[in-house]
Nanobody, 122 residues
């Protein structure tokens, strides 16, 4: 049974930082590209970033470029999202997801976590 468990969310002031983690189990983690998505209240879920299975390739949505950094540790079956210079518009539930294909697509993820809430106050 595949499980993706996010952690690290919380309440932070604008300009602050948070680091999210997503630990995977039940799958060959090093064979999967990993992505982060978020969903704000009343809005559709949106792509945030993705990282290739090796960690050598990354992709970011325009709103987070230069502020967020995705990384992974295959030995720990964990993917991370370092979020700096947070703004209120970053508020939402953050989900990690896994796909056993190209990380450049953001519409074919197979497995999803339950999410962790990030709230940025102004």
């Amino acid at each position: 049974q595949v499980q993706l468990v996010e952690s690290g969310g919380g309440l932070v002031q604008a300009g602050g930082s948070l680091r999210l983690s997503c630990r995977a189990s039940g799958l060959a983690f090093s064979r999967y590209a990993m992505g982060w998505f978020r969903q704000a209240p009343g809005k559709e879920r949106e792509f945030v970033c993705a990282i290739s299975w090796s960690g050598g390739g990354t992709k970011y949505a325009d709103p987070v470029k230069g502020r967020f950094t995705v990384s992974r540790d295959n030995a720990k079956n964990t993917v991370y999202l370092q979020m700096n210079q947070l703004i209120p518009e970053d508020t939402g539930a953050y989900y990690c997801a896994a796909v056993d294909s190209n990380y450049l697509r953001d519409d074919n993820y197979q497995f999803w976590g339950q999410g962790t809430q990030v709230t940025v106050s102004s």
